[in-house]
């Protein structure tokens, strides 16, 4: 039998390369207040709430400030908006060497989640460059540049430490965005064929809010990206206060849940182009329900919290992917960046009050239990929905066949069960 699958061009594999890396280098700078919320707590004499706002707010600005990136995108193309955002950046990094007061951190925080919002013009740049039968693989693949957050959760109390205190991390990460956005000037490119909406940002908004797939993505993306971002945030200060662990004990272990949740990413897109999204969440909800429920009865750290914690990172992971795959495929090219602005800005703000709730719990019984059990009650809702919404719609026929469809068999049933979704 003839291979009817296009080809991937070599062009394509240079860009998600670009694309990769320039997530990584943003979320590094998005993630720069989180490793250090202990310190300025101590510092500062915070509350429990005051710490966990001010490691908030970039995540809070990084998630609303995807719907414009998104749409933006759709309209002036990643070429542009790649090299602008990270430029972008810059500024708000630098004001961290010299802003040493809490409501001038919460401002610098604000301007910080520019670079959260990268995410939303990575998504429609990759997606352009793929057929549908890799995009699962290609967005998997872009995703384990969220792990600059891992980056900054692992290098910025050390740095901090090792130059004496000095603002050395600030200048490094300012200099490294600087360069990747000069090499992305030259190297970028947008895909052939690139559609430009005729339409302005309010219609193209509204189109894409009421596109069937929109609403039941971001609500399972708010729990998946959600828990990915609460825990990447708010995890130092967790396994500091649970467990009390040092600064670079905690910062060590937030960095060890990033890096595989974001390894898992992958897998969980090419798990979808091969068995389909929805067999993926179920698994990867269950798993995190289940885990969340045993990590809120306070199992030792090693090796049961430990353990806990590396299976809940992974099924975030599998489950980011999955989401990702699947508005990968049911979204019409023209307007994946103005649906990935608002599936990523639900995920956004799914990471943005947890930390807020674990704070305020955790100030007023001295535990996280109620904090992890409101985690497994999402994760579960998430399970029933896909279970009765989704599982069962993975079709796939032998041959693997398109029958003139943009989407791939085992994603068509999914499809189907959002009317009107143009594929």
Known sequence: M???KPAVPAAAWTNLALATVGIAVNFWAWGLISPLGPTYKQHLGLSSFQQSFLVAVPV??????RIPVGALTDKYGARLMVPLLSFATILPVLALSVVHSYWLLVVVGLFLGIGGSFFAAGVPYVNAWFPPERRGMAIGVFGI?????AIAAFFTARFLRWY???NTMFYLVAVVLAAYGLVAVLVARDAPGRTIPEHLFGKRFHDAFRHPATLPMSLLYAVAFGAFVAMGVYLPTY???????TQDGASSRAAGFTLVAVLFRPLGGTLSDRI????????SFAT???MAVWQAFHPGLNPWSTIAFLIMAASVGLACGAVFALVAIVTPKEKVGTVTGLVGAAGGLGGYFPPLVMGSVYGSTGSYAIGLMLLSDAAFAALVYTAARLLGRDRRDSANAFGGSAAPANLRGVADELPGTVL
């Open 2 to 4: 003839t291979d009817t």
């Open 60 to 65: 809070l600005v990084g998630s609303l400030g």
């Open 145 to 149: 540049g969220t792990g600059g957050t």
């Open 164 to 166: 004496d205190n000095s």
């Open 239 to 245: 396994l500091k206060e649970a467990y009390h662990l």
């Open 276 to 283: 389909g999204p929805a067999k993926v969440l179920v698994a």
């Open 288 to 290: 995190l329900g289940v």
